[in-house]
């Protein structure tokens, strides 16, 4: 079984950046097409980025494309959420997926962290 915990959130100004990291665990690891999700206070949780098992493919909601970039280290069994140029609409919980199929979709990752949360102020 694999779990995931997330790391790196927190409170950032506008315009600034901050670096999510997601730690997974369990041998299945490398089976896993992984991704980020966020939920806004009040608004339904939404995909932000995935990334393919060996890396070679990334797909990002246009919400934050070009300004956030997704990797992963697999020798270290990582994700990171590289944001930058933050806005205060990016202010959620961030989430860390894992799944089988490559999807924007929640109901294809079946693993989840517990969110970290990022703030981003005036």
């Known amino acids: 079984q694999v779990q995931l915990v997330e790391s790196g959130g927190g409170l950032v100004q506008a315009g600034g950046s901050l670096r999510l990291s997601c730690t997974a665990s369990?041998?299945?690891?490398?089976?896993?097409?992984m991704g980020w999700f966020r939920q806004a206070p009040g608004k339904e949780r939404e995909f932000v980025a995935m990334i393919t098992r060996n890396g070679e493919s990334t797909t990002y909601a246009d919400s934050v494309k070009g300004r956030f970039t997704i990797s992963r280290d697999n020798a270290l069994n990582m994700i990171h959420l590289q944001m930058n140029s933050l806005k205060i609409e990016d202010t959620a919980v961030y989430y860390c997926?894992?799944?089988?199929?490559?999807?924007?979709?929640?109901?294809?990752?079946?693993?989840w962290g517990q969110g970290t949360q990022v703030t981003v102020s005036s």
């Open positions: 369990g041998r299945t690891y490398m089976w896993y097409v």
């Open positions: 997926a894992g799944g089988n199929v490559q999807s924007t979709l929640e109901k294809w990752y079946g693993v």
